[in-house]
């Protein structure tokens, strides 16, 4: 089975320190994501990676950035955390399958920001 | 923007009953559709996901999918109290696939009630 690591379950952090959400998966999928989830907006798309070094911007990418420098690793960075930023936050990977991108989520983390 | 709705609920079901769950996506040009359950406290999982037009079944689930309406549903056969979680409808972000993620809905709560 593939498997999603985030580092964090749990983070507590105030606002305008720097954070990092890391996250590491095994099966040497190319295809990386950072979502985050919120009660009535459910799960938006942050920022995502096709290949080390390589980033896209999501749907929701402000206030963030990531880094993938190696392809097993996809870090999400919030370089002042403000508390509109409280939130879950998922790890996916994911590798074509018949046709299909399919996502395996991590179990994710959860931050606050006071 | 592309958009996936799903009704909210709850949708409460006696167990033994069918449960049925619908989507509707706006991009036309969509080609991958995904269903994923997600418990209370726990990461989206997926279930099944369809490309093509009409029925593919796994298990109690069967997904149906009709594009010319732009729209997904998921049936549960025999629902068992297991199956009450949040359901998630999700839909590739980009037409024909590849690596940009998906476009998630904010999800169906469902309740089968012992």
């Known amino acids: 089975d593939v498997k999603v690591t985030q580092s964090s379950r749990y983070l507590v952090k105030r606002t305008g320190e720097k954070v990092f959400l890391e996250c590491v998966q095994d099966m040497d999928h190319e295809n990386m994501f950072w979502y985050r989830q919120d009660p009535g907006l459910g799960l938006r798309l942050i920022y995502f990676s096709y290949d080390v070094k390589m980033k896209e911007k999501g749907d929701i990418p402000e206030g963030y950035s990531v880094s993938r420098e190696k392809k097993e690793r996809f870090s999400l960075i919030l370089e002042s955390a403000s508390t509109n930023q409280t939130s879950m936050y998922l790890c996916a990977s994911s590798l074509p399958l018949s046709g299909a991108n399919v996502l395996t989520f991590g179990a994710g983390s959860r931050l606050t920001v006071l | 923007q592309k958009e996936v709705e799903q009704n909210s609920g709850p949708l409460s079901v006696p167990e033994g009953a069918i449960a049925s769950l619908n989507c509707t996506y706006s991009d036309r040009g969509s080609q991958s559709f995904f269903w994923y359950r997600q418990y209370s406290g726990k990461s989206p999982e997926l279930i099944m996901f369809?490309?093509?037009?009409g029925d593919k079944e796994d298990g109690r689930f069967t997904a149906q999918l009709n594009k010319a309406s732009q729209y997904v549903s998921l049936l549960i056969r025999d629902s068992q109290p297991s199956d009450s979680a949040t359901y998630l409808c999700?839909?590739?972000?980009?037409?024909?696939?590849?690596?940009?993620?998906?476009?998630f809905g904010k999800g169906t709560h469902l309740i089968i009630q012992p």
């Open positions: 369809i490309y093509s037009n």
């Open positions: 999700a839909v590739n972000q980009a037409s024909g696939g590849g690596a940009d993620g998906l476009t």
